[in-house]
C-alpha cells in the first residue's frame, strides 16, 4: 500500500478471501443466495445485492436495463471499497446482469459463474410474452408472475418432494415490487445478446445448469460453454432452473472447486 507520502506498508488483513458477487434472478432477491452465503463464507467474502425493485432495495421508474442493473453492482463494489477483482456468479437474469457487468468493467471481474443462463437476447415471441405478463402485472400485481412463472421454475420431482423451497421461492416472488418486476421485464426484454461477448470473455468461467430447466434449455447453456474460451461446464442432472436451491450442494462444491482453481491459478 503507497499512502499519501510513499511510504509502502505491509499488513494482514482477515477479509482478504476472495470476493464472490452473487446476482439473484427474476423476480427473486439476494434470499435465494442464502444457502451459498453459509456454505462458501469461509472460503469467500460472498456479498449478494438486492438488484433495483427487489428485496430491500427501492424500486425507481423506468427504464431499467441490465446496464443499470450492473452499473448498481459496480456501486456496491465502490461502496464496500471493494477495488481488486472478483468473481461475478448470476443466476438467470443475474447471469445476464453478469455478462454486461463483464462487457463494462472486464478488469473488476476475476472469474464468472454463469448458472442457469443463456446468451441470446429474447426472440420477438420472447419480447410479446414479456409485454403481456407486464401488462397483467400492471393490472394485477406480482401474483401474475408467480402464476406464469412458478410451474416453470423447478423439475417436477421438486414440487413433491421439497414443497417448503417452492414455497420459499413463492412468497419471495411474491415479496417483489410492480415497478421492479415491470422494470425488469423490460430490461430482459431489450437486453442485447451476449453472443458476441462470448469468445472475448478472458476469465475462467464456470456454467452450471439442470438437465430438466424448463426456463433454459440445456443444449443453449452447453454452447455458451463452448464458445467461451476457458469454460468448464456442471450439469445438475435431475434439476430445473433453480439450481442453486434444487441441488444446494451440489452447486456450492461446483462454486467452491472453481474458487480453488481460482486460487491455485494466482498462487
Ligand atoms: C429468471 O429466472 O431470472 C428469468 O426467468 C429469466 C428470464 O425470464 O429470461
Known amino acids: 500500500m503507497n ?28 434470499l435465494m443466495w442464502q444457502i451459498q452465503l453459509e456454505d462458501l463464507g469461509d472460503m ?31 456501486s ?78 423447478f423439475a417436477p420431482a421438486m414440487h413433491r418432494r421439497h414443497a417448503e423451497t417452492v414455497e420459499f421461492v413463492r412468497q419471495m416472488m411474491l415479496a417483489g415490487s410492480v415497478e421492479g418486476v415491470v422494470g425488469a421485464l423490460m430490461a430482459m426484454k431489450e437486453r442485447p445478446s451476449s453472443l458476441p461477448t462470448l469468445p472475448t470473455i478472458a476469465v475462467p468461467t464456470l456454467v452450471i445448469h ?15 460453454a463452448a464458445a467461451i474460451p476457458d469454460a468448464r461446464l456442471k450439469i445438475l442432472r435431475g434439476v430445473g432452473h433453480m439450481s442453486n436451491l434444487e441441488e444446494p450442494d451440489a452447486f456450492s462444491d461446483a462454486v467452491a472447486d472453481f474458487l480453488d ?6 498462487e
Not at 471499497?81 to 456468479?89: E, M, Q
Not at 439442470?210 to 455458451?224: I, K, S
Open 76 to 153: 456496491l463494489l465502490d461502496y464496500l471499497a471493494i477495488s481488486r477483482p472478483v468473481v461475478v456468479g448470476g443466476l438467470s437474469m443475474g447471469g445476464y446482469v453478469a455478462l454486461e457487468f463483464y462487457r463494462r468493467y472486464p478488469l473488476r471481474v476475476a472469474g464468472l459463474i454463469l448458472a442457469s443462463t443463456r446468451a441470446a437476447a429474447d426472440s420477438p415471441e420472447a419480447q410479446l410474452s414479456r409485454d403481456k405478463l407486464a401488462a397483467r402485472v400492471r393490472q394485477r400485481g406480482v401474483s401474475a408472475v408467480v402464476e406464469a412463472l412458478l410451474p416453470k421454475l
Open 210 to 224: 439442470g438437465n430438466q430447466d424448463a426456463v433454459v434449455p440445456l443444449a443453449e447453456a452447453q454452447a455458451m
Open 3 to 30: 499512502t499519501q507520502d510513499e511510504y509502502s506498508m505491509t499488513y494482514l488483513d482477515s477479509c482478504a478471501r476472495p470476493v464472490l458477487l452473487l446476482i439473484h434472478g427474476f423476480p427473486m432477491d439476494s
Open 261 to 266: 482453481e481460482l486460487g491455485a491459478e494466482e
Open 44 to 74: 469467500a467474502r460472498v456479498v449478494a445485492p438486492d438488484l433495483r425493485g427487489f428485496g430491500g432495495s427501492p424500486a425507481t421508474l423506468s427504464p431499467y436495463s441490465m446496464g443499470m442493473f450492473a452499473d448498481d453492482c459496480a
